[in-house]
């Protein structure tokens, strides 16, 4: 029995070999932080295609936002022996070990939409801290010059992006001229889901009803859903703001309704960017040209919102 | 008992109440080397209460308690335990996954000097133990899959393990058949011998003349006489117990009119793998069919089979000419079938629902307005009958479990009355039930005889089976050993059946 | 001594279920203080909404536990019922966010096919649970599970987008002044007393529950009772999925995540108790009322959500600790 | 003889179907003999299974403990938290504090800071441990509400940030090989053998099973069930505090949002591994192997590229599926 069971191993340990022999295309990895949202779900869809194109095989494993998952993650695309690697990571600092053995096995890293700490080839995406300064001054100039209440719903603590986007706010608002104007009536949570920003702004809704001027959420999926607490609790003279650029925003603000301004945070443009930066790095030895790969911010508002919407765009 | 013998255990002016009731009234009892002090009583008269105390569950309000003639204070039950008091509780308490060896010595295990438990040596200990009391049981079973009689003998076991001075059985006989009495009562005898002091609970009354040196009386928490055994008699002994005279064969007094003609119920080649085989059974209209036989002897599953609550492997059931497909309780009882189960508390019984609900559940259908349920058409149907059985509760939402044992049996009864039954099966109607009750059972089922009902009568207290059957079939390991006509049934020839002896 | 007046009086308490009612009018008092608009009718009925979804499933959980049973699947049949309504109604399109609709068949049709989803589910539920002979509490957890991936599945993980008016009236529609949850719901509970308290199919359950085999011997057949409490449960989950998508105008996998153990909470806060035949829709919804007025009043107090968990686990706490004194045995019996 | 096989497969039947399912893996994945692979398998088993052996305690005892995930959290950021020399300070409003590069000001030496995170995991268990012995109130409640208050206490006091910096030792704790063997599942076996010892070879392990048996018997026969009703839940959660140690150890940070859902996990692995849920029956033995299992068909469908929700979907089918077999086997063995 047990021979057999040995012999039969055997065998297809050797088959396998043979069969990964013939596959010649290279294998990468991407470590997915969630697929929650369109944002994510266009990067997915980007990553498979650019590989594709490129001629490289890719498996994409999606964390559900859970660190511990995405690190077992990682491991497992390890295993099965990815020649490199693409993190969106979910905490800034969480997956700062595993890069590191990763990296000790000399596996480049290329960190995507969210900037990671450690030792990376590349990151790809946009200045999050500058996203968050375009719309804080777009407060602070346009929609509430004499200031005003504002509620942040951030998507995780800790994820770098809602760290950069929403800093960069508060630090327009904390320039010696805004001192004092402003406020920040409670900081929410919503991991940049659509129906949880709903959520959190009902509760937000309950615990500051008409005190609030303007929400500014740290994607627009949230800032969808926020919007539609809003309007069902007939709040409609309350500003809303969002990041990334979905369409969904874009026809929302050509409505000129309370949804004011976007910034534009092109999921698919990082991905082919990472995608072919790894890839290029892999098979032609390509060295990135600079370390950091920052894409363009864009404000978007209803003056120029005309320009870069199209309804049958993926995002 | 002689004086001078010396006193192991003494209770002095015990007094316990709970909210509402006064259990105990300073009570005084006390227990000699070598004796068996029987302890008698009707439910609710404090003897449990008594032992609880005496065992270390509960703690008394004022009273003493002397043991070797210095006053003790019980915290717990190990405490009492570790004093050598060791109490034989009517559930035997039993941890069904472990093992016999381990229900010994729970918590007692013999440790090496690193403290590992050493399994060899404590199934040797466990193996001597039971050899001193004749058991054939295997300590490395788990107590669960042993018959309730095997583990009453694995916790007197346990008792000599813990070298108690004090052993308290509390209505050993309950749960055991008279053949497996008997071996207790050597048990005992031999544990008298020994030294030890004996407590002996128990509701028949020729046991406690059986083995009893000394009896002591309690009614409704008070004290009513401590006795030796040999300068009272029964008559006495019962008005001790029940405050009045009553006549212990009142229910004779009704005769059953023996209507041979009209089968009610046939039961033929019923067998069920391994627990009965080729039962032949016919109960005729108006007559009370006693089955006498050993715990285990299959009476019970016999009864269950009959009824649908476990699947017979082979064997029909005819009733009234016509054969029956009976798979579950649900057809029986349509059919006129019921059961009123051994166990009454987890079987027959709805514990935390009131008087009312349990007596109306099997009948609700003829209860109703239209599709909803009418609750004073509950209320008039439930108040009629605890007026007719007598059923002692201050209101008809009394929960079941605050009833004492003869009232619940009622109760059971209660919820088969209401419905036109054809076949009652009484499994233990007796079992656990004070004198006084007992007889108001057994009057009951006669008149339900009378009424031309078909009645068959468990129980493996001979003087009611001899007192109320018409006929009375002997069980013996899932047979019919024997089918008497009263006549000639005995107290002999039942005991020689239910052993397996064919009497010539 | 002492122990035993507490003892006495918690009994007394208990016994009315007078503690809950107490502490509900205690919470109104102090919620109007802190929020002069707190009983105002809007706010009233922004509550009614919002206890109608977590009131669907703890209704089912109420005969689940009456049975003696637990179920944990509910929240993930919510979640399921819900990506199950949003896909039949972008039937043939690419799931994911597409705002055209496409239904399947008529949406009427579909909410009832839906229900007959979920009640399928817990059908399955019960199934296991009386067939395999597997613990309530472990069958259900695999059901959970399961539940939960296969809407996850079927949606690919994405969330589907908008849906039509009906299915959002569910959610969000108004009958006057009042949300139509609220109506559905209240109507709900009339029906489920009614049927407890007034039918045989009540009372046996109440049998079932504390004791299946007197139950049996007395000629109710326990199993049939066990599938039907958890058909039941699965079909209010699906109801309450439907109504959600319809609120959150999506149908989304992650919906309701941990709902379960709300719900389970408050039916024991309710004072139904885990033994089974104790207890009733009545009180569940005292125990639904209370937890999601003490979230109001917390969110009304200002305070972010996640001191309002940890406030939340201490009341709930505090409210069982309070529920369980005097009976001796506790007011929840280890099962 | 056939009696015979039935009462192997009853007891044996578990290991049996590990066995299978490890020679299903060879021969469905070359990749899976590997050694990095089985490393990663013994990794990823390790935590969970370190939660299940506390679980195991308790479930054998005849509770069950809601609050480990959430335990996991709250210890993994109080942690961290020590690092960073505050003590139970909330952090306040601002959100993005601990953004930046880190400076350990621990306040305590290393070894002792893990102790005491130790200690503090063990309090809460006394805690919940204790209010559902002296109340009476089901173990289910008590830790439900623990699991609520911890999560919001550990989430409240950083704002869910997670706290950057964690020194080698405990990264070696998670990450360190001894003999090529993971570190994690060193401590896992480990601590395993002690529990299996702990339960099998002392009379205070025969306690717990006696007492999961049955209380009142338990209490009658000689036994003072305070101890041990309460002890499991000390033993399962400090073992989720030292489970919280060590994915701090794993992340390089302290992350109060790990290890939700957990629990479930841990009691899945548990049940499946053959522990009855009603208590007094089990064995650490059958955990370990529950855990492996569970850990297996995760590993192996990943092996396969199946996607993360079918994975789930496979979960809860293999948790009703395990628990059927048993109930067969012992069924068969009853016979």
């Not at chain 2, 694995?154 to 004090?166: H, M």
């Not at chain 2, 011998?193 to 009354?205: C, D, F």
């Not at chain 4, 830790?143 to 706290?163: D, E, K, W």
Request: charge should be positive; proline fraction near 3%; charged fraction near 20%.
């Amino acid at each position: 029995m047990k021979k057999k069971l040995l012999l039969l191993i055997g065998v297809l340990l050797l088959a396998a070999a043979l069969l990964g022999a013939q596959g010649k295309k290279i294998l990468i990895g991407f470590s997915h932080v969630a697929m929650n949202c369109p944002y994510y779900l266009a990067m997915d869809k980007a990553a498979k295609e650019t590989a594709a194109a490129k001629g490289a095989e890719i498996i994409v494993l999606n964390a559900e936002e859970d660190i511990s998952k995405q690190i077992a993650d990682i491991e497992s695309l390890i295993v099965k022996g990815v020649k490199g690697l693409i993190v969106n990571s979910t905490t800034e600092y969480g997956t700062m070990p595993i890069i590191k053995k990763v990296k000790a096995m000399g596996i480049p890293v290329v960190a995507i939409d969210r900037p990671l700490y450690g030792d990376y080839l590349a990151y790809v995406g946009i200045d999050q801290w500058k996203a968050g300064e375009l719309q804080g001054e777009l407060f602070t100039k346009k929609l509430l010059p004499a200031g005003g209440n504002i509620v942040l719903i951030i998507g995780d603590p800790g994820c770098p992006a809602s760290i950069g986007r929403g800093n960069g706010m508060i630090s327009i608002l904390d320039r010696p001229e805004n001192k004092g104007k402003y406020k920040i009536l409670g900081t929410y949570k919503a991991s940049y889901n659509q129906m949880l920003g709903m959520q959190k702004m009902e509760e937000a809704i309950a615990a500051f009803g008409d005190k609030i001027d303007l929400v500014y959420c740290a994607n627009d999926s949230m800032a969808l859903g926020a919007l539609a607490a809003l309007q069902n609790a007939g709040m409609t003279n309350v500003l809303v703001a969002g990041i990334d650029g979905q369409k969904e925003a874009y026809a929302e603000i050509l409505k000129g309704g309370q949804y004011k301004s976007t910034v534009i945070n092109n999921p698919t443009e990082i991905t082919q960017k990472a995608v072919s930066i790894l890839v290029d790095y892999l098979t032609k030895k390509i060295q990135p040209k600079e370390r950091n790969v920052i894409t363009g911010t864009v404000l978007i508002t209803a003056d120029n919102v005309k320009k870069v919407y199209d309804p049958n765009s993926v995002f | 008992m002689n004086q001078q013998a010396t006193t192991l255990l003494e209770v002095r002016n015990i007094t316990k109440s709970y909210p509402g009731v006064l259990a105990l009234d300073n009570v005084d009892f006390q227990v000699n080397a070598g004796e068996v002090h029987c302890l008698a009583g009707e439910n609710g008269a404090g003897k449990s209460t008594l032992i609880e105390i005496i065992g270390g569950s509960y703690s008394k309000d004022s009273g003493k308690i002397l043991l070797h003639g210095k006053e003790v204070e019980f915290m717990s039950p190990r405490h009492a335990q570790e004093l050598g008091i060791a109490v034989l509780h009517q559930e035997i308490p039993i941890l069904p996954h472990l093992s016999v060896a381990e229900n010994i010595f729970l918590s007692r295990q013999p440790v090496s000097k690193t403290r590992f438990i050493r399994y060899s040596e404590m199934y040797r200990q466990a193996r001597r133990l039971l050899d001193t009391i004749q058991a054939d049981i295997d300590p490395h079973t788990l107590l669960g899959d042993l018959p309730i009689s095997k583990q009453q003998l694995v916790s007197v076991a346990k008792a000599l393990s813990l070298e108690a001075r004090v052993i308290i059985f509390d209505e050993p006989s309950a749960v055991l058949s008279s053949a497996e009495l008997k071996r207790l009562f050597d048990i005992i005898k031999s544990l008298k011998k020994e030294g030890r002091g004996i407590v002996y609970i128990s509701h028949r009354l020729e046991e406690i003349f059986e083995i009893g040196d000394r009896v002591t009386v309690l009614r409704n928490g008070k004290l009513v006489g401590t006795e030796a055994i040999e300068k009272i008699d029964r008559g006495t002994l019962i008005k001790m117990l029940v405050g009045r005279q009553i006549d212990e064969s009142a229910g004779a007094s009704i005769k059953v009119a023996q209507t041979k003609q009209v089968p009610a119920l046939e039961v033929r080649g019923l067998r069920r793998e391994g627990v009965f085989e080729d039962i032949n059974l016919t109960v005729y209209r108006g007559e009370i069919l006693g089955i006498y036989g050993l715990v285990g002897s299959g009476r019970t599953e016999l009864a269950r089979a009959i009824i649908g609550a476990d699947r017979p492997d082979t064997g029909e059931i005819i009733l009234e000419g016509e054969k029956m497909r009976i798979s579950s309780p649900r057809d029986a009882i349509r059919n006129g079938i019921c059961l009123s189960p051994e166990d009454r508390k987890s079987q027959g019984l709805f514990l935390e629902k009131s008087v009312q609900e349990n007596i109306c559940l099997p009948s609700l259908k003829s209860l109703r307005n239209m599709l909803f349920l009418s609750y004073s058409k509950i209320a008039k149907y439930a108040s009629a009958f605890v007026t007719r059985l007598r059923i002692a509760t201050p209101h008809l939402d009394q929960y079941v479990k605050y009833l004492s044992g003869g009232n619940q049996q009622k109760v059971v009864l209660a919820k088969w009355l209401g419905m036109d039954l054809k076949v009652f099966i009484f499994d233990e109607p007796t079992r656990g039930i004070d004198v006084g009750a007992k007889e108001e059972i057994r009057i009951l089922i006669k008149k339900l005889a009378q009424e031309g009902k078909a009645i068959v009568m468990i129980s493996s207290e001979i003087p009611e089976i001899l007192n109320l059957s018409n006929r009375i079939a002997v069980m013996h390991e899932g047979r019919i050993e024997g089918l008497l006509q009263r006549e000639e049934a005995t107290r002999e020839k039942l005991m020689a059946y239910s052993m397996g002896a064919k009497a010539q | 001594m002492k122990r035993e007046i507490w003892q006495r009086l918690g009994q007394r308490i208990v016994f009315l279920n007078l503690s809950r009612y107490l502490a509900l009018i205690i919470l109104f008092v102090i919620a109007s203080l802190l929020a002069p608009g707190f009983l105002s009718l809007q706010n009233v009925m922004n509550l009614l909404r919002s206890f109608s979804f977590l009131g669907f499933i703890s209704i089912g959980m109420t005969f689940v536990i009456l049975s003696a049973g637990i179920d944990l699947s509910v929240a993930s049949i919510l979640a399921f019922s819900g990506v199950v309504l949003g896909l039949f109604q972008h039937w043939g399109i690419y799931m994911g966010h597409v705002d055209k609709l496409s239904l399947i068949f008529p949406t009427p049709y579909i909410f009832f096919s839906v229900l007959a989803i979920g009640t399928l589910l817990g059908f399955v539920n019960g199934l296991v649970i009386t067939k395999l002979n597997i613990v309530d509490f472990a069958a259900t957890l695999g059901m959970m599970v399961f539940a939960r991936g296969l809407a996850f599945a079927i949606s690919g993980g994405r969330t589907i987008f908008n849906l039509d008016d009906l299915a959002l009236f569910m959610g969000r529609g108004m009958v006057g002044a009042i949300p139509f949850v609220a109506i559905l719901w209240v109507s709900a509970i009339v029906v489920c007393t009614v049927i407890l308290r007034y039918t045989i199919f009540g009372k046996n359950l109440y049998a079932c529950g504390e004791n299946p085999e007197a139950a049996r011997l007395s000629g109710i057949n326990p199993i049939f009772y066990k599938i039907a409490v958890y058909s039941i449960s699965g079909f209010f989950a699906a109801l309450a999925g439907i109504c959600m998508a319809g609120r959150l105008n999506l149908g989304e996998p992650r919906v309701a995540q941990g709902w379960e153990l709300d719900a389970i909470a408050a039916v024991v806060i309710g004072g139904t108790s885990f033994a089974g035949g104790k207890g009733g829709i009545v009180q569940t919804i005292l125990g639904v009322v209370i937890i999601g007025v003490i979230r109001n009043i917390l969110s009304v107090l200002g305070i972010l959500p996640d001191p309002q968990e940890m406030i939340m686990g201490l009341v709930l706490l505090l409210a069982v600790i309070f529920g369980s004194l005097g009976t001796r045995k506790g007011s929840l019996a280890h099962v | 003889m056939k009696l015979k096989a039935n009462h192997v497969l009853a007891d044996y039947g578990l290991y049996l179907i590990l066995l299978v399912l490890i020679v299903i893996s060879v021969i469905l994945s070359p990749l899976f003999f590997s050694y990095n692979n089985i490393a990663n398998l013994l990794t990823q088993s390790s935590f969970s299974g370190l939660l299940a052996i506390g679980m195991t305690f308790v479930i054998l005892m005849g509770g069950i403990d809601l609050s480990v995930g959430s335990v996991v959290g709250f210890a993994s950021i109080l942690y961290a938290t020590i690092l960073h020399g505050s003590f139970f300070t909330f952090m306040p409003e601002e959100i993005f504090i601990y953004s930046g590069a880190p400076k350990l000001t621990p306040i305590l030496p290393l070894p002792f800071d893990v102790l005491f995170v130790l200690l503090v995991g063990a309090f809460i268990g006394l805690i919940s441990g204790f209010i559902s012995y002296r109340f009476r109130i089901h173990s289910f409640i008590v830790t439900l509400c623990f699991m609520i208050f911890i999560r919001g206490l550990a989430v409240s006091y950083t704002h869910g940030q997670p706290l950057f910096g964690i020194p080698d030792p405990i990264s070696f704790l998670a990450y360190g090989l001894v003999a090529k063997v993971p570190m994690p599942t060193i401590i896992w076996l480990g601590i395993s053998l002690l529990c299996f010892l702990l339960l099998k070879f002392s009379r205070f392990g025969r306690g717990i099973y006696a007492v999961g048996g049955g209380e009142e018997a338990a209490r009658l026969s000689g036994l003072e069930p305070a101890k041990y009703r309460i002890f499991p839940y000390i033993a399962s959660a400090s073992l989720a505090a030292l489970v919280g140690i060590m994915m701090s150890g794993r992340m390089g940070c302290g992350d109060p949002k790990i290890a939700q859902g957990w629990e479930l996990d841990a009691i899945a692995a548990v049940v499946i591994g053959g522990t009855s849920l009603s208590g007094g029956k089990g064995s650490i033995g059958g955990t370990v192997v529950g855990v492996l299992i569970l850990g297996l068909i995760i590993n192996i469908m990943n092996l396969l590229e199946i996607e993360a929700y079918p994975q789930q979907m496979a979960k809860g089918i293999i948790i009703v599926a395990a628990l059927a077999l048993h109930a067969l086997f012992s069924r068969r063995r009853k016979r």
